[in-house]
């Protein structure tokens, strides 16, 4: 079993819509959950993190994490084209010396 | 400017031969790290490091090695460049605050031929 696992998409919806973006993972020790987002040819852009369970919003993004179920998501309200591009969740221990771990990513296209 | 700069942005290059890839950042950050992206297999992390003396392999480091030149420096060479090594190659940087996660650079896209 992967450590995190991503649906890779892709997850097509109209202008508009609530996109709701998912990952799952096994290893209970992971404490800071990340959300990216990366469009094509370029560099992964930290979007939001969160720290241990419950919900965190920015504008029109919810980032929201439930530790009992090793859940993770990401809530787009109010897509837009803009919003086309490729989501990677990642989470890491936080102890001194973690590395992030990676979703493989999920491509979402907002068509307008 | 980028806070985290790769160079070069775009390369090709030959089998069997060496090569540099090159990142400096403006973030103070103590840890940098090298990832290599492929298509559906995400980021692999190839090497990082925490301090200036500190190096430590990554999940996938055979044919790659670093070196840490500086606080702001962190180069990954490939000694004998093979076509599996054709990839996007992001640096990143991270900082005291852990839970902020990791920032990277714009990536540079390698073709061994």
């Known amino acids: 079993q992967k450590e995190v696992e991503q649906d890779p998409g892709p997850l097509s919806v109209p202008e508009g819509a609530i996109v709701s973006l998912n990952c799952t993972y096994s290893?209970?020790?992971?404490?800071?959950f990340m959300w990216y987002r990366q469009y094509s040819r370029k560099g992964p852009e930290l979007l939001m993190y969160t720290y241990s369970s419950g919900n965190k919003e920015d504008g029109r993004f919810t980032a929201q994490v439930d530790k009992s179920s090793k859940y993770i998501s990401l809530f787009i309200r109010d897509s837009q084209p803009s919003d086309s591009a490729t989501y990677l969740c990642?989470?890491?221990?936080?102890?001194?010396?973690?590395?992030?771990?990676f979703g493989k990513g999920t491509m979402l296209l907002v068509s307008p | 400017d980028a806070d985290v700069t790769q160079t070069p942005r775009n390369r090709i290059t030959k089998t069997g031969k060496r090569i540099m890839l090159e990142c400096s950042q403006t973030k103070g950050h103590d840890r940098m790290y090298w990832y290599r992206q492929d298509p559906g297999l995400g980021l692999r992390l190839i090497y990082y490091s925490f301090d200036v003396k500190d190096i430590n392999k990554g999940e996938i480091s055979d044919g790659y090695s670093v070196s840490r030149q500086a606080q702001a420096k962190f180069s990954l060479s490939l000694e004998s460049a093979i076509p599996n090594q054709t990839a996007l190659y992001f640096c990143?940087?991270?900082?005291?605050?852990?839970?902020?996660?990791?920032?990277f650079g714009q990536g540079t896209r390698l073709t061994v031929v």
């Open positions: 990642a989470m890491s221990r936080g102890s001194g010396y973690s590395t992030l771990t």
């Open positions: 990143a940087t991270s900082g005291g605050d852990r839970g902020r996660g990791a920032f």
């Open positions: 290893n209970s020790a992971f404490q800071y």
